[in-house]
């Protein structure tokens, strides 16, 4: 119930191309979903959020997909650059809830 | 975004010592702050919640009185990994959560970790 499933485990593209990343959950009292870009060796860093009172948000080249019946959520990096290569982890959490559930994580590479 | 300041950013110990790392909120007062133990190539395992001005609540299989954890003030917490032993080694990652008026639950910023080794 409280899982978070993110697939896939790892992911080649070819600069430019649009890697996407999907996240699934089973607890409909999830209402933050937010995702974080984590370079090796570096701690996470937020890259870009949403509420499921929203089925889109683009921040910049990112965008996060929100599909509230089906209990899922993508993130899609356009125009993606060698600079993207980094593991993404998408994350939920409950409302009055403290803290967050990861995803397994997802190893991006941007091939130049 | 806020930013959190975690130290050191590795430290490298011998075996039977402790280590105290410490996680820093530097331009907001965060009243809950977090500690993250990472495997490589793993996801984030939440280890404990850090309540400023009160005891941490661990979660399951931690060892309470070996990860030491101390929030005395609202911009410090600190992680104390006590006798430390060789399957310590791992990254450690904090997280502190910035108030927003009105809203009971707010986005959390992390630390850039801190990467123990224990020989």
């Known amino acids: 119930q409280q899982q978070v499933k993110q697939s896939p485990q790892s992911l080649i593209v070819q600069k430019g191309g649009i890697p996407i990343i999907n996240c699934a959950y089973e607890n409909t009292a999830f209402d933050y979903f937010p995702w974080y870009q984590q370079f090796p060796g570096k701690g996470p860093a937020l890259l870009i959020a949403?509420?499921?009172?929203?089925s889109e948000k683009k921040e910049g080249r990112f965008t996060i997909s929100f599909n509230k019946s089906a209990k899922q959520f993508s993130l899609h990096i356009m125009d993606s650059q060698p600079g993207d290569s980094a593991t993404y982890f998408c994350?939920?959490?409950?409302?009055?809830?403290?803290?967050?559930?990861f995803g397994p994580g997802t190893r991006l590479s941007v091939l130049p | 975004g806020a930013v959190v300041s975690q130290h050191p950013s590795w430290v490298i110990c011998k075996s039977g010592t402790s280590v105290k790392i410490e996680c820093r909120s530097l331009d907001f007062q965060a009243t809950t702050m977090f500690w993250y133990r990472q495997f490589p190539k793993q996801s984030l395992m939440l280890m404990a919640t850090?309540?400023?001005?009160?005891?941490?609540?661990?979660e399951q299989g931690v060892e309470k009185d070996k990860f030491l954890i101390n929030h005395a003030s609202l911009t410090l917490s600190t992680l104390t990994v006590t006798s430390a032993h060789p399957e310590d080694s791992s990254f450690y990652i904090c997280?502190?959560?910035?108030?927003?008026?009105?809203?009971?639950?707010?986005?959390?910023?992390f630390g850039q970790g801190t990467r123990l080794t224990v020989v």
């Open positions: 850090s309540n400023e001005g009160s005891k941490a609540t661990y």
């Open positions: 949403i509420r499921p009172d929203v």
């Open positions: 994350a939920a959490r409950e409302n009055y809830g403290q803290n967050f559930v």
């Open positions: 997280s502190a959560k910035l108030p927003e008026a009105g809203r009971p639950n707010t986005e959390a910023f």
